[in-house]
């Protein structure tokens, strides 16, 4: 049976409850969340080292020279990026690692990483993004207007994804994301050392 574990890549404009949906997610178990660095300045609510490592720009960018990131992306003048080494020891663990990350940096993971499953998160449309943006109510107008251009930049890409998933209730979003990782896990591409044992076992 393959052991390692699944790296899922969640995406989605700014305002479609990745976060809420990921929060229900790693409740199980068998799930690991990869913390991400990034140079934004925290949110009242964030935590350092549970929300995000905040890094200086210095810091993120000696960290790139280093070859320390799996992926990183430059969002609404901000450096994001996954720290390579968390995921790979995850994944050994059998853990299915999930990367909550935007569409530049999901595209380069699926680049190294051709089995990573590329999940989109969307609202279910347009004015509930905006109004998801507005009452959140963290960032400035303007920092908004970016987030929405930005949102239209993103839903483009949609087709480069494996899956897309409505976020209109957060329960149905969270079991179709298992119910993906349930199947996913059952590819017989996922398989091939079982395959090759059956092959080589009776003769
Ligand atoms: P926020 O500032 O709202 O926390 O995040 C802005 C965007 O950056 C979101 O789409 C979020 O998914 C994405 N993001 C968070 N961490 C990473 C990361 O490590 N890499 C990349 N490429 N995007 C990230």
Redesign the pocket.
């Known amino acids: 049976m393959n052991k390692r574990g699944l790296l899922v890549i969640v995406?989605g404009p700014?305002g479609a409850g990745?976060g809420t949906v990921v929060s229900e997610l790693i409740k199980d178990s068998s799930y690991a969340l990869s913390i991400?660095?990034?140079t934004?300045t925290p949110r009242e609510t964030e935590q350092d080292g549970i929300h995000y490592f905040f890094k200086t720009v210095e810091e993120f960018e000696k960290m790139i020279e280093e070859n320390g990131f799996l992926?990183?992306?430059k969002?609404c003048d901000n450096y994001?990026?996954?720290p390579l080494s968390y995921v790979e020891q995850k994944l050994d663990e059998g853990k299915n690692v999930i990367?909550?990350?935007?569409v530049?940096?999901a595209l380069q993971v699926k680049e190294r990483y051709k089995d990573a499953i590329l999940i989109f998160l969307t609202p279910p449309n347009i004015t509930q993004l905006r109004e998801r943006l507005e009452k959140r109510a963290t960032e400035t107008p303007e920092k908004i207007a970016m987030r929405m251009k930005r949102a239209k930049e993103e839903i483009k890409l949609i087709d480069k994804y494996d899956y897309i998933v409505i976020n209109d209730i957060v329960e149905k979003a969270t079991k179709s994301i298992n119910d993906i990782v349930r199947i996913e896990k059952m590819a017989a591409k996922r398989h091939i050392s079982l395959i090759n044992t059956f092959l080589e076992g009776d003769n």
């Open positions: 995406s700014s990745k991400s660095m990034t934004r992926e990183y992306a969002f994001y990026g996954t990367l909550e990350i935007e530049q940096g």
